[in-house]
C-alpha cells in the first residue's frame, strides 16, 4: 500500500512511519521542513505546507491511504503569555480540509486522524482534571480538534477518527484500551502504541466511521 502521513515530524507521525515501513508500505511523508526528519530512512518526502491547498493537492495522487497526525507542537503556556506564534491556531482544521479536498479530487478514501480525547463523543467522558486544564490551557487546540473532526465526518471519506489519552515517548507496552463507546483506560500511553493503533485500524474496515478513544 502506499501512504501518505501529514504530521510526520511530531512523535506520533514519525512512529506511524516507522511501522509503516516495516511493514513494507511505500511512505511519503509530507512536511514543511525536511530537516526536522530524523531516523526516518526509504520514505518519499514531500515539502510543502498544509496550509497551501495547492502543496497537498500536489502531493495526494498516487496514494492508498492517508495518515492525519496534525498539531499545534508550542507550549501552550507561552502562548498564553503572549509568545510569539509559530503554527497557525486553525493548523488541524483548515490543514485536514485542504486534505479532504486533495483527497476527493484524486480518489483517496481511507484516512485515519489523530484528534484527542475529550472532544466529540469523548468529551462528557473526561476526568474533571482534564477539563478544568482543556478549559483553561488547551481551550484554543481543542477547538481546533474539534471542527478538524467535524471537517472529517462531513466529508464522504472513509474516516476514522483516534482519540488518544496524554501522550507520552515511553516505550511500546503492546496493550491499550481502544474503545468506540469511550471506555477510559489509563491516562496516558505511549506513542508507539498509539501508532500501533492507527496501523492497525488503516488495515480494519470495521473502525470506518468510528471515534476510537485510545487510552493505555
Known sequence: MKTI??????????????LLRAEGDTVTVFVRNPARLTGQTGVTVATGDVMNPADVAAAMPGHDRVVISLG?????????????????????????INIIAAMQAAGVRRVVCVTAFGIGATRTKSPLMFKI??????REHMADKERQEAALRA???DWTL??????????????????????????????????RYIVTALADPATIGQSIALSG
Do not use: I
Not at 79 to 96: M, Q
Open 5 to 18: 502521513v501529514f504530521g510526520a515530524t511530531g512523535g506520533t507521525g514519525a512512529a506511524v512511519t516507522r
Open 72 to 96: 499545534n507542537a508550542q507550549n501552550p503556556f507561552a502562548l498564553l503569555l503572549g509568545a510569539k506564534r509559530t503554527t497557525p491556531r486553525d493548523v488541524c482544521e483548515t490543514g485536514t
Open 133 to 138: 486544564f482543556y478549559s483553561l490551557v488547551l
Open 155 to 157: 466529508s464522504g471519506l
Open 162 to 195: 483516534v482519540q488518544p489519552v496524554g501522550l507520552t515517548d515511553q516505550p511500546a507496552t503492546g496493550t491499550y484500551t481502544a474503545s468506540p463507546a469511550g471506555a477510559l483506560g489509563k491516562q496516558t500511553m505511549s506513542r508507539v502504541d498509539v501508532a
